[in-house]
């Protein structure tokens, strides 16, 4: 199985663990290879994210993306052979695979250690061991590998972390999945780094994706969310912007001069 529309011919089964977790009925159900080899199959081969880890067995904290997804995130990055690219939020590795299967020397964090052995594994089997799947918080970037060429996050962000900009060269782009905090849809984020250590750019398609694990949201923000984009109006995603500073940053309406309210309610 390695046919994805917009992947590389990557087999995702090598990458997704033997016991995950599929949505039956509104609720999460333990489905094990083992146990289900065909339904494992079916929902390995669709075009749909898979939990693979849970707390307290109803909150997902790790997953595979819908590979749809993922075609549209690694299509964004404009990729060319070499280029260095980080990765926030390893997960399974399958992602990380997809990009060094189209030429890319891939830097990816975990936060989770036993997601990022998982990884590690599971590039090995899929002939990908110079991938470097590194352990910690992906906030914090890898400065000692600095700097890249493209960072993207599998994981959404409501605050884009100064240390991604910093590590990206000059020319670089930042692409990360944004939390509902100005427009219900999650919308994609690309950032194109600037040469004075600042990076702008604008909102596109839908990509709902966790949270990094330091940018958890309580529900409140969805409902906040909705009503003030509501009363713009309801712009398209695609009219708001971002521009990060050393100093922090702005969410914008059509243009930088006209910023939005975009603070998360406590």
Not at 36 to 64: F, M, Y
Not at 79 to 94: D, K, Q, S
Not at 124 to 135: E, K, L, S, Y
Request: hydrophobic letters at 40%; aromatic letters at 6%.
């Amino acid at each position: 199985m390695s046919g994805f529309p917009g992947l590389p011919p990557v087999d995702r089964r090598l990458f997704v663990p033997e016991t995950v977790w599929a949505v039956r009925d509104g609720r999460f159900v333990r489905l094990s290879r083992a146990d289900e080899p065909d339904a494992w199959e079916r929902l390995v081969a669709a075009d749909e994210p898979i939990a693979t880890r849970l707390k307290d067995g109803t909150w997902p904290t790790s997953s595979t993306s819908g590979p749809s997804v993922m075609a549209r995130m690694i299509g964004v990055l404009r990729l060319a052979p070499g280029m260095r690219v980080l990765e926030i939020g390893t997960g399974t590795g399958y992602n990380a695979a997809c990009l060094a299967a189209l030429g890319a020397e891939v830097v990816s964090v975990e936060i989770d250690g036993e997601a990022a052995e998982h990884a590690r594994r599971a590039l090995r089997a899929a002939g990908r061991p110079d991938v470097a799947v590194i352990t910690g918080d992906g906030e914090a970037g890898v400065p000692a590998r600095a700097p890249f060429d493209r960072v993207l996050a599998t994981a959404a962000a409501h605050t884009v972390p100064y240390a991604w900009i910093e590590q990206t060269r000059p020319g670089g782009l930042v692409v990360v999945p944004w939390a509902a905090t100005f427009h219900p849809s999650g919308p994609l984020a690309v950032l194109t780094v600037r040469e004075d250590g600042t990076a702008e750019g604008r909102f596109s398609v839908p990509a709902w994706f966790m949270p990094l694990h330091g940018q958890r949201l309580p529900q409140a923000v969805l409902d906040e969310t909705q009503k003030r984009w509501e009363a713009r109006g309801r712009p398209d995603a695609s009219r708001f912007g971002v521009t990060v500073t050393p100093d922090g940053q702005t969410v914008w309406l059509d243009e930088p001069g006209n910023p939005v309210e975009t603070r998360p309610v406590s």
